[in-house]
């Protein structure tokens, strides 16, 4: 296998009927800004979940800096960062005691668990929230201080499950500095996305999940190959399907 930040190889997940991960094979160079794209159902939060120790795999390797992911879940969860699809589950608590307490679980002593919170919870715009429970915050509130939770132990890669979802364009432009930063420094970022556009403008690296396979990777420029990245998305994933005549009850409603 190529070495990589994160390299995966041979990665395979059936459930049932379905093959939603089919022998992938992906190499994340260190320090890229690494954007993951396909069209529902391709199996990218099924790579991911793999890639990071949340759902083991049929079959096949994931190696994080070298490491084996599934030989050794705790190394391999120091260091990565994971923003996943959903939910903080310990939504019960406020998001300084979320964030302070994935600290802690992750052996920070209290006090830098604490600090590092507020100051995470300050760059994304959380200090107001106060002792607002998780549970109560808006869903862009939630992905934030996921984000938090993903970068408090200070990983070496992060992997982040559609990040910008439901984020005002003021964070979002606050977490694009904070990863444009942490890659500067060394960290690689995975991201998966459907807004091409986004990715286009965060990511230098690019793949194509169809089917569950890998059908491009490399640069952005490389993948976009002289179009934009949402021509090269559609034309891999298999051109588009236009309505042609059906949905012909629609029209009703005008009448
Ligand atoms: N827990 C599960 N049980 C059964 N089937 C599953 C499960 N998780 C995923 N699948 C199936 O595996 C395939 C890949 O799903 P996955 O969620 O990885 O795709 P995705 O690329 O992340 O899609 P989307 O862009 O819509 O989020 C789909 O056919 C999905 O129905």
Redesign the pocket.
């Known amino acids: 296998m190529a070495a990589g930040a994160l390299t995966c190889g041979e990665l395979t997940k059936r459930?049932?009927a379905?093959l939603?991960v089919d022998r992938l094979e992906l190499v994340v160079p260190q320090g890229s800004m690494f954007g993951l794209v396909?069209p529902?159902?391709?199996?990218?939060?099924?790579?991911l979940s793999m890639a990071t120790g949340l759902l083991r795999p049929d079959a096949g390797r994931v190696l994080v800096h070298g490491e084996d992911v599934w030989s050794d879940l705790e190394r391999a969860h120091r260091l990565l960062g994971v923003l996943p699809?959903g939910l903080p589950t310990l939504d019960r608590l406020s998001g300084p005691e979320l964030v302070e307490h994935i600290g802690r679980l992750h052996g920070l002593p209290r006090a830098e668990a604490a600090r590092r919170a507020a100051d995470l919870l300050a760059v994304l715009d959380l200090t107001d929230a106060g002792r607002t429970l998780v549970v109560d915050y808006s869903a862009g509130m939630r992905k934030k201080v996921g984000l938090a939770c993903a970068l408090v132990h200070a990983p070496r890669v992060l992997v982040l499950d559609e990040p910008f979802e439901a984020v005002d364009p003021v964070s979002a432009s606050t977490i694009r500095e904070l990863l444009q930063r942490f890659t500067a420094d060394g960290g690689t970022v995975v991201v998966s996305s459907?807004v091409m556009a986004l990715v286009e403008q965060l990511c230098d690296h690019v793949a194509v999940?169809v089917a569950g396979r890998v059908v491009a990777s490399g640069t952005l420029d490389e993948v976009r190959a002289g179009g934009t990245l949402e021509d090269r998305f559609v034309a891999l994933s298999g051109g588009r399907r236009g309505i042609g005549e059906g949905l012909a009850w629609l029209a009703s409603s005008s009448g």
């Open positions: 459930f049932g379905t939603a396909g529902n159902g391709a199996g990218k939060t099924t790579t699809d459907h999940i």
